[in-house]
């Protein structure tokens, strides 16, 4: 005996049933785009620090202000002045994290 008789898998190997197409033991994401560029723009004009990770382990930590918000992207002015631009993309991805700053 052994295996799965429905899905036609040989014997013993056993396949994880998937019912209704929904797989019970996969992660919900809880974010979308459209959520994550509205929360974006209501932290706007507030100072953070910012870590963005540029991969291959390099990790940019940094004080800044978001500054502008468009459709596609938004910009960090960073403490020395200098101007970032991200996707929102980024933050659904964990690539950029922020934290508030401590009082």
């Known amino acids: 005996m052994g295996g799965?008789?429905?899905?036609?898998?040989?014997?013993?190997i056993w396949i994880k049933p998937i019912f209704l197409g929904i797989n019970r033991?996969?992660?919900?994401?809880?974010?979308?785009?459209?959520?994550?560029?509205?929360?974006?723009k209501e932290i706007k004009g507030q100072s953070f620090i910012i870590r963005v990770n540029r991969g291959?382990?390099?990790i940019e930590t940094f004080e800044g202000v978001?500054?502008?918000?468009?459709?596609?992207i938004f910009t960090v002015r960073a403490a020395g002045g200098e101007l970032?631009?991200?996707?929102?993309?980024?933050?659904?991805?964990?690539n950029i994290l922020f934290y508030r700053k401590r009082k």
């Open 56 to 58: 291959r382990n390099r």
């Open 4 to 12: 799965n008789a429905k899905s036609g898998a040989p014997p013993g």
């Open 84 to 94: 970032n631009s991200f996707s929102y993309n980024d933050i659904l991805s964990k």
């Open 25 to 40: 033991y996969m992660r919900t994401v809880n974010q979308d785009i459209k959520g994550t560029i509205d929360k974006v």
């Open 66 to 72: 978001v500054e502008s918000t468009y459709p596609a």
